[in-house]
Nanobody, 120 residues
Framework: QVQLVESGGGSVQAGGSLRLSCTVSRRTSIRPCMGWFRQAPGTERENVATIGSLDSTTYTDSVKGRFTISSDEARNSLYLQMNSLQPEDTAMYYC??????????????WGRGTQVTVSS
C-alpha cells in the first residue's frame, strides 16, 4: 500500500551536511507514521527519527540537535536534514512507513536505502 524511494545520500567530510529525501506513494488515506532508520555494517538497524501522523517528532539521542525530520502536509515526501555530520553517522539510511503506529517494530514499509559516508 506504500512505496518508498530514498535519495540524497553521498559522501561528505565531517562537519558537513546532507539532506535525504523520500518519495512516498500510497494507496491508503491513512496518514502514516514515517521514520528514518540507519544500519552500519555489523550493527543493528537503528531508528534515527520519526514523525507521527500528527507531526510529533522523536530522535535518537546521538542525533538530537543535528538532524531534523520533516514532511510535506500531504505526507508525499519525507526529509532528513543532517548537519554536523560525524564519521559515526556513516550508514545505509532507510525511509520507512507505518500504518499502525510509531513503535520501532511497527514499520511495515521500507525503501531500498541510500548510503551516507562521512570521512574524518
Amino acid at each position: 500500500q506504500v512505496q518508498l524511494v530514498e535519495s540524497g545520500g553521498g559522501s561528505v567530510q565531517a562537519g558537513g551536511s546532507l539532506r535525504l529525501s523520500c518519495t512516498v506513494s500510497r494507496r491508503t488515506s491513512i496518514r502514516p507514521c514515517m521514520g528514518w532508520f540507519r544500519q552500519a555494517p555489523g550493527t543493528e538497524r537503528e531508528n534515527v527519527a520519526t514523525i507521527g501522523s500528527l507531526d510529533s517528532t522523536t530522535y535518537t539521542d546521538s542525533v538530537k540537535g543535528r538532524f531534523t525530520i520533516s514532511s510535506d502536509e500531504a505526507r508525499n515526501s519525507l526529509y532528513l536534514q543532517m548537519n554536523s555530520l560525524q564519521p559515526e553517522d556513516t550508514a545505509m539510511y532507510y525511509c520507512a512507513a507505518s500504518l499502525r503506529g510509531c513503535g520501532p517494530r511497527q514499520f511495515d514499509y521500507w525503501g531500498r536505502g541510500t548510503q551516507v559516508t562521512v570521512s574524518s
